[in-house]
């Protein structure tokens, strides 16, 4: 059987605002509603941004545990959560740690190089490493260059990151407006990060997943899936359609790639074969 494709999706992000889109999801209501839609439309885990009272990027404890609530309050335990304890250049590596370790969430993005911004701090990212494993806690680690793909199979190597079911982010492109062409992602920006893939992690069974900044973000989904990957659709990144019409919300987003799928291609997984895939299951 051909491995279902994973849909992540990406709905807010640490920077956009009404502004850039009425329909952005930035409060707890907003956000359970929107994750309720994207699954429907076929993603399996949601990639969770929280903002203060302000809109402003936080990793605060209890506004990440009232985002939750809100989306279980629409969807119960049928999607997965990964809260992200991205920095946006305003929380340090232990401010980042400190929020995982207090929460607890089922599943969290790490940036390598935040969590690890020097070698010297590679022995306290092991530490947490190995307490995100021992707590049974689902991290995916971002990785914004083919240089940093080759970093992670070294951290492999060395056994800083223990997991036995290592999940990847490639980042193609910029975080740039939608309108300035030269920012977006394209389906070839991904072979890079794909051959090094292949030369140091494809052996260490690393599954992998994509998001591309731009307009042709349907189009690298596509090339990812052709080339083996899994996707991250939304407004993080992207809130243009195929065509270039704005999208008038993130479900609408993931219906298009699931439309562009080739019959008889991969089919899509579930919430539940999603957490079979990447080692979630109690």
């Known amino acids: 059987m051909k491995e279902p494709i994973i849909i992540l999706t990406a709905p807010n992000g640490a920077k956009k605002t009404k502004k850039d889109h009425p329909n952005i999801p930035l409060f707890p209501e907003e956000i359970g509603v929107a994750a309720r839609d994207c699954r429907d439309a076929g993603a399996a885990l949601i990639h969770l941004h929280i903002r203060d009272e302000?809109?402003?990027?936080?990793?605060?404890?209890?506004?990440?545990?009232?985002?939750?609530?809100?989306?279980?309050?629409?969807?119960?335990?049928?999607?997965?959560?990964?809260?992200?304890?991205?920095?946006?250049?305003?929380?340090?590596?232990?401010?980042?740690?400190?929020?995982v370790r207090e929460l607890k969430p089922e599943a969290v993005s790490l940036a390598i190089r935040e969590i690890i911004p020097t070698q010297a701090d590679q022995p306290r990212a092991a530490e947490f490493f190995a307490w995100l494993q021992a707590n049974k806690i689902a991290p995916q680690f971002i990785l914004y260059?083919?240089?940093?793909?080759?970093?992670?199979?070294?951290?492999?190597?060395?056994?800083?990151?223990?997991?036995?079911?290592?999940?990847?982010?490639?980042v193609l492109g910029k975080k740039n407006g939608p309108n300035i062409e030269s920012a977006y992602a394209k389906p070839e920006d991904l072979h890079p990060f794909v051959d090094i893939y292949e030369k140091y992690l494809k052996s260490h069974d690393v599954k992998?997943?994509?998001c591309a900044f731009g307009g042709y973000e349907n189009k690298c989904m596509l090339e990812a899936v052709k080339l083996g990957g899994h996707v991250r659709i939304g407004f993080e990144n992207n809130i243009l359609m195929a065509d270039g019409s704005i999208a008038p919300d993130n479900a609408v987003l993931i219906r298009q790639f699931v439309n562009s799928l080739p019959n008889g291609g991969r089919p899509i997984a579930n919430v539940k074969t999603a957490k079979e895939m990447l080692g979630m299951v109690r």
């Open 54 to 99: 302000r809109a402003v990027h936080t990793i605060d404890v209890d506004g990440y545990k009232k985002a939750i609530a809100a989306i279980k309050n629409q969807l119960g335990d049928d999607l997965i959560i990964q809260v992200t304890s991205e920095s946006v250049e305003i929380f340090s590596p232990e401010e980042q740690i400190a929020m």
């Open 145 to 170: 260059s083919p240089e940093e793909v080759k970093y992670f199979a070294r951290l492999v190597e060395e056994k800083i990151i223990p997991q036995d079911n290592k999940f990847v982010l490639f």
């Open 208 to 210: 992998w997943a994509v």
